[in-house]
């Protein structure tokens, strides 16, 4: 048999092309990648509980028999509830399931199963609601995996022991087996088995070791090749540093850690053989976009292009507009190309670049089109470098001959990680926040207080300023959320009744996302319901308070550039 990395996933059962397209959504373009597609977590339903027993917070499982199904009732959306009983012999508990009628037609009266959820008690009740069910004779640790559209965890479940049957019994191990028996590795073969279908949860803890071990080595030795890549040597440099001539065009001061960073990066250009590579990190609103602007001055003054290339439209409008005003009094020539300009502008820009009219193009993904050529393209320059891939930041470039290379991120990564990861990147951190930007307090508030929160905004709007508040959802799909439209919806309901609301979501047209955006930097719009469609670039200072519903449904680095949308 070949390599199973060749092998497509409709080569399993059970697994068509409408399967094969959902899959592709998860990374998964083949029985080989199927394989590295890892559990997010675990049921383990070989431990059962009494419900007496259970702590109203922890996932746990239950034996219990079904003692009566309820009639089922339809509630609010078309959603019906069934609702059965059950026993474990000593208490009892009430299960709620929502729209899942065929699982409930499969339960039978008298009869004992596994539940598998959260237990709560209300009153003196026991309740349950959505639980997994399974046969009493399911004895082991279950894998639970990231699912999309209709590919359940229990559909990727079924492929992967398909999957695993296909794998030969001797693998090319990546990993040789001197350094396996230093550290007490599991072989890759078993550390796939284990990991898909643990024995026990020390069998996942010695896999997950092993597999992680593998990933940390490969990605060494891949940051290793790069720095080793560096070693040619550029062909554009910084004669003459002209940041003394760019800090006079500022209408204000820059703080100790810009002046630092702008330092770090005119020296790099200056006196390194090869090109420089570099990573600004900082907090948002810690000036990373001011000391872009001195390093791209430097650099056209010194006979480079620059590009500049932004995750959003919204972002690279906001930095054109920012860096004209700023350079192009001094004769900096400057550029905006994104993929809904007109297509006669496009061709005119893209000329200009071609021949060096432009000195300065600031872009979105359309900087990495085929079509676009440069002159002389001596600095690229990437901002929420956490947007992007190295594919796509290789392909900008490698539209120059070995262009210097300024990355930044406002995600928060503590140094040691930072050198790990961006391992081919040198380091400049802005831990300083300019004069005049507010701290930003963060609270943890009980949905009981939702009415004073409301209270609270609509006070800030009387005075005339402004609020964000972001929903998870642009559609329906879950029974305890609310969407976006649908949430604005109730604010009609509330304290906030008489305040102009909008909704701005991704699935709205450009044409009408740019105009509520528009309206909002504009005054026009007192709170703006939004999703994470406005967690990067959106500048407006007279926004003072967020509301961000279902934290617990964003990452970290989300939270954390959202947060960065007030106190500007």
Known sequence: MGSLYHLPVTALARVGPKKEKLFLKLGVDSVGSLLRLYPRTYEDWSHRIPIAQTDGISVCCVKARVEKVFPSAKIRNNMILYKILVTDGFDFLTITFFNQGYLCGKLELGRKYLF???????????????????????????????????????????????????????????????IREQYGLLELGEALRQVHFPDHTHSVLQAKRRLSFEELLILQLGLARLNGSRQHSSCHHVENDRTDEFVKLLPFSLTGAQQRAIRDCIDDMKNLPYPMNRLIQGDV????????????????????????????????????????????????????????????????IKDWLSVGVIDLVIGTHALISEDVSFSRLGLVVTDEQHRFGVAQRAALISKGDSPHMLVMSATPIPRTLALMIFGDLDLSVLDELPPGRQKVDTFLVDSSKRNRIYRFMH????EGKQCYIVCPLVEKKDIDLLSAEEYAEKLLETELSHCRIAVLHGKMKPAEKEKIMKQFVEGTIDVLVATTVIEVGVNVPNAVIMLIENAERFGLSQLHQLRGRVGR
Do not use: W
């Open 116 to 178: 598998y959820g959260v237990v709560k008690r209300v009153g003196s009740q026991y309740v349950m609601s959505s639980p997994s069910v399974g046969e009493v004779d399911c004895n082991r640790i279950r894998p639970v995996y990231p699912q999309t559209g209709t590919l359940f965890s229990s559909q990727i479940e079924d492929a992967m022991k398909q999957a695993l049957i296909l794998l030969p019994q001797t693998i090319n191990d990546p990993i040789p087996q001197a």
């Open 285 to 348: 609103g810690s000036g990373k976009t001011a000391v872009a602007a001195a390093v791209c001055y430097s650099a056209v003054k010194n006979g480079m292009q620059c590009a500049f290339m932004a995750p959003t439209e919204i972002l690279a409008k906001q930095h054109f507009q920012a860096l004209s005003e700023l350079l192009s009094p001094t004769g900096v020539r400057l550029a905006l190309l994104t993929g809904s300009a007109k297509a006669a502008e496009k061709r005119r």
């Open 459 to 462: 006070q800030h709007v009387r």
